[in-house]
């Protein structure tokens, strides 16, 4: 069983050897300002009617917001929808900059 939450620095090992698939519920404006390169846009409000069409249960999905809140949320619909190697990527997309690629955009 996988933890609700991931810390970057493993994140990032799983992003380098494709092990994972970053899905990003950030809003559209906050998308465009930063982003971690090959995450899939699904803003916080489309996953519900987008997740059981484009997400695959059995797929190790890494979700994404700007401090980790909306992603935690997210990752708990998730959970009970059946996805259970669904994780928060722990601090978001800011603990992603400061520890990892500090050339990702900080607001």
């Given at each position: 069983m996988f933890e609700y939450e991931i810390d970057p620095a493993d994140a990032a090992s799983l992003l380098a050897e494709k092990g994972a698939r970053f899905i990003d519920v950030r809003e559209p404006w906050?998308?465009?300002?930063?982003?971690?390169e090959g995450s899939v846009h699904m803003p916080m409000?489309?996953?519900p009617g987008r997740a059981h069409d484009e997400l695959n249960p059995d797929e190790r999905l890494i979700i994404v917001c700007h401090h980790g809140v909306r992603s935690m949320n997210v990752t708990a619909w998730l959970r009970r929808q059946g996805f259970d190697k669904a994780q928060s990527l722990r601090g978001g997309i800011?603990?992603?900059s400061c520890m990892v690629d500090p050339a990702v955009g900080r607001y």
């Open positions: 906050e998308f465009a300002a930063a982003r971690i409000n489309e996953v800011d603990a992603w």
